[in-house]
């Protein structure tokens, strides 16, 4: 067994026989880009390529700065000190082999929530080319069915009457860009990394809007001088166990407070479209294309509503990870029903991409026994994720007179979550999500109102007007909450 070793700068070295490190100055370069958001995918995906891009001795002036906006994030912030800004990168493969790497591609995190005024000079810096983001689907402020900008948000009144005082991610950039024009300083890009259709476009309709609202000129400069590119990223990025911890340092000999596991499987196709220059992605195997939307859309509709089908089918019955789920062969016979009688059928002809190979890697990835991808990760923040996942495919569905029937068994099982709180047998559910309080109220009332859970029209749009949907919806929100065996309803169906 090694001596753990403390993750460190000044460690690397010896570390460096134990495991690939970063070759490259992280100190005497620029930080090109800023990045809101520092969760596992964001280190696992962009940070990672960025990374592979500086091995390669390229792109010494686009080292990333991490930017908290949420207390939460001061965890990290406090882990990263200590480390010097590193972290290990462990991927785990299907034959139970991990191959960790130390990423040194961010130098800098800084927390907006005690220091807004640092991080606004910070994105205003010259330096600063890309200001991108992860902040999940519910972090943008809209109304998921109708794409309108929620005005109603504290945080957002504030921010109208105070812009010097940013809270949320379109006070800090509205105030980072007038900063910049005022200096005449070009804009930067502000580039989405978060799973929603058509995500630059969503982004410069919501800042646009915010910046409307407080400042006129300045909205009109944005619009004229910002890009927003959209792009589709993947790669499973579990949840940090404290097993994983303890396995880098019995195994490996290090000594990390919050690395990040991942599946070996990556993908980013981006719209070369940036304000103020890029790295050279594409060296690394970034796919810059004209028209992301295809590749989002394959993305969302397969991969992610896949996983939500697993995930909300999979929690009522009792299994615990998203590969038990495939393990099961019901549940993976049901997969791919859906994948292809209801989510294909949408999607059309994708440039370079047979949808068959697509589908059948998901199952290989989504089966991979060594990343283990809770269910209960998969399930959170649910109202955020299905109505473009799930609930979009089965308006198109209706709109083309195609199956809706694997997708709305999910929608019952997720209104049955809500209500019970329990599994088959008796296990609690945990429920989290931003929505978790109006999510209970309508579920609870499904017992006398069958359609009450569908009647969110935040959420569901005007599904609950549609005969064909609600006639269908009703059987089966009845005969999950008459019968709890989840599978019994999947097989009658396949």
């Known amino acids: 067994m090694k001596t753990p070793i403390q993750l460190q700068q000044e460690n690397l070295v010896d570390l460096g026989s134990r495991m690939p490190v970063p070759n490259y100055n992280r100190t005497a370069n620029k930080t090109g880009i800023i990045h809101i958001g520092v969760g596992g995918f964001h280190r696992a995906h962009q940070a990672y390529f960025l990374h592979q891009l500086r091995q390669l001795g390229e792109a010494s002036d686009w080292n990333i700065c991490g930017i908290g906006l949420r207390e939460a994030d001061s965890k990290l912030h406090n882990v990263f000190r200590k480390q010097d800004h590193l972290y290990t990168l462990m991927v785990k493969h299907a034959d139970g082999k991990i191959t960790p790497e130390v990423i040194g591609s961010i130098v800098d995190f800084e927390m907006g929530t005690t220091n807004p005024e640092s991080v606004i000079a910070r994105m205003a810096n010259t330096d600063t080319r890309i200001v991108s983001l992860t902040i999940t689907e519910g972090g943008y402020n809209f109304n998921p069915t109708t794409g309108d900008f929620n005005f109603d948000n504290p945080d957002i009144q504030y921010e109208l009457q105070n812009p ?53 000129v300045l909205a009109k400069w944005i619009a004229k001088e910002v890009c927003f590119p959209n792009s589709m990223v993947d790669r499973i990025t579990p949840v940090t166990t404290k097993a994983d911890i303890e396995t880098l340092a019995r195994t490996y000999g290090l000594k990390d407070g919050w690395p990040v596991t991942c599946e070996p499987y990556i993908q980013w196709v981006v719209e070369d479209k940036f304000s103020n220059g890029r790295p050279d992605f594409e060296k690394v195997g970034v796919q810059f294309v004209p028209d992301v939307g295809p590749y989002e859309k394959m993305k969302l509709r397969l991969l992610n509503a896949g996983h939500s089908v697993l995930g909300l089918l999979g929690v009522i019955h ?17 997969l791919r029903a859906f994948l292809d009688v209801e989510a294909t059928t949408i999607l059309g002809d994708i440039k370079g991409i047979n949808l068959e190979d697509y589908k059948d890697s998901l ?19 649910s109202s955020a994720k299905l109505p473009k996942f799930l609930i979009a495919t089965i308006h198109e569905n209706l709109e083309i007179g195609g199956s809706i029937k694997f997708a709305t068994l999910v929608i019952a099982a997720w209104c049955y979550c809500c209500d019970k709180g329990i599994d088959r047998h008796g296990h609690a559910i945990e429920i989290v999500d931003a929505m978790s309080t109006e999510l209970y109220q309508a579920a609870k009332e499904t017992q006398t109102d069958s359609l009450a859970f569908i009647r969110q029209e935040s959420i569901f749009g005007n599904l609950a007007k549609n005969e064909r949907f609600t006639d269908l919806y009703t059987e089966m929100v009845q005969k999950v909450y008459n019968d709890t065996n989840i599978k019994k309803h999947m097989v009658e169906m396949i």
Request: hydrophobic share 40%; proline share 3%.
């Open 164 to 216: 010097q005082d940013p809270r949320t991610v379109y006070g800090f950039l509205t105030a980072a860009l007038k900063r910049r024009r005022d200096a005449g300083l070009p804009a930067f890009t502000i580039l989405i990394c978060d799973n929603i259709e058509h995500n630059g476009d969503m982004a410069r309709k919501m800042l646009l809007t915010f910046a409307e609202a407080q400042d006129l």
């Open 363 to 381: 199952l290989e990835r989504f089966g991979n026994p060594n990343v283990k991808d809770s269910v209960g990760r998969i399930c959170m923040e």
């Open 318 to 334: 009792g299994h615990s990870t998203i590969n038990a789920c495939i393990e099961d062969e019901t549940f993976a016979t049901y």
